[in-house]
């Protein structure tokens, strides 16, 4: 995989450059500064989530920290909503020029690189805190650097989607078995299509970009997402029932095209990746405030929410789904992910 992204990497770089006249900047002093044309080198990037996501919040953050670190040679583009495409679409387009930078969530990264998904295992982290020591540990440098190597792109922070929640149109939730046959919308994940099967649900993996319509056509019953997702991409228009199982924690990359970082300057380099850092720990806070504030919103949208189900009967279904993947990923770091204070 590494070796296709890179080949198709290159060709589209030259074919790119040869259009914008190159890019390549020398910098001095603390900010880097544009190159030699002087032009600012715009850098795109896309999500999947709306304008008044925690996603589009922290990209504006990170617009401005690199506007400001970069004194204005380096610009952030950034495309809400899909409009570069699907999460796999843009993970693809990273390696192939078309996509600068992608905030994906881990979901759709089984196709890319499996060993991030570990992350993705039902009721691994205990809350946000534990998430966040893990990620910006050892493990998640780790991490970081396996995707880094398997799929020839530049990681440059870990973001927050934050932790999922089973939504239905009919069906109030309240513990494993009323899942069973209902069809859930699933993100493009093994283990959490797995994990939903050991409930008793009808998983159907999908891209985000095509759920609210299947919610509205009925094609689908049901969907898991962090509470801003459902606030902020209006499924309560389309889902009558909460249940807060909050059964994933979905981290999200903020991920950019190595041939793309390879054309800033050193300062630039540096520049970039302290706005990605800065950014994420303040869009990590934009999607706890968020979580706290919008259940009553989504309440007030006529939302019926069980906030706090019995949630072992939910973990003890799920167990099924670590037999099969402890192989996978090791015991070993199971453990040091569960252990970590
Ligand atoms: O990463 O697909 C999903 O349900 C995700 O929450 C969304 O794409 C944001």
């Not at 927050?160 to 089973?166: I, P, T, Y």
């Not at 049901?222 to 994933?248: C, G, K």
Request: aromatic residues 8%.
């Amino acid at each position: 995989m590494k070796k296709f992204l890179s080949v198709m990497a290159v060709s589209s770089m030259v074919l790119l450059s040869a259009c914008s006249g190159g890019g390549g900047s020398t910098a001095t002093g603390g900010k880097a500064e544009s190159g030699g044309s002087g032009e600012a080198i715009t850098l795109k990037v896309g999500h999947t989530l709306s304008e008044t996501s925690h996603y589009q919040e922290g990209m504006l953050k990170f617009q401005e920290l690199v506007d400001e670190k970069t004194d204005g040679s380096v610009k952030i583009e950034v495309f809400p909503n899909g409009s570069l495409g699907a999460e796999r679409d843009m993970i693809e387009g990273l390696g192939v020029g078309s996509v600068d930078m992608v905030l994906t969530s881990t979901g759709p990264m089984s196709g890319f690189a499996p060993e991030v998904t570990v992350v993705d295992l039902p009721f691994l982290f205990r809350d946000a805190e534990h998430a966040h020591k893990v990620l910006d540990g050892k493990i998640g440098q780790d991490l970081s650097a396996k995707v880094e190597e398997t799929m020839g792109v530049k990681t440059l922070a870990w973001w927050e989607n934050g932790f999922r929640n089973v939504t239905t149109a009919k069906t109030p939730i309240e513990k494993p078995e009323d899942l069973k046959g209902i069809k859930i919308r699933t993100m493009e994940s093994d283990i959490h299509m797995d994990s939903f099967s050991a409930m008793g649900a009808q998983p159907t993996p999908m891209a985000f970009t095509e759920l609210f319509t299947a919610l509205q056509q009925g094609t689908i019953d049901a969907e898991e997402n962090p509470v801003p997702v459902i606030m902020t991409s209006r499924f309560f228009e389309v889902q009558d029932h909460l249940t807060m199982t909050r059964h994933f924690y979905n981290p999200s990359l903020l991920m950019m095209s190595q041939a793309k970082f390879d054309t800033l300057s050193p300062d630039q380099q540096k520049a970039v990746e302290e706005a990605a850092k800065e950014a994420g720990v303040y869009e990590r806070q934009v999607v706890q405030d968020m979580e706290t504030k919008y259940i009553e919103e989504l309440k007030k949208n006529g939302m019926k929410v069980i906030e706090n189900p019995d949630l072992e009967p939910f973990k003890k279904a799920t167990e099924s789904v670590y037999e099969k993947y402890e192989p996978q990923f090791g015991t070993e770091l199971i453990e040091e992910i569960r252990n970590t204070k």
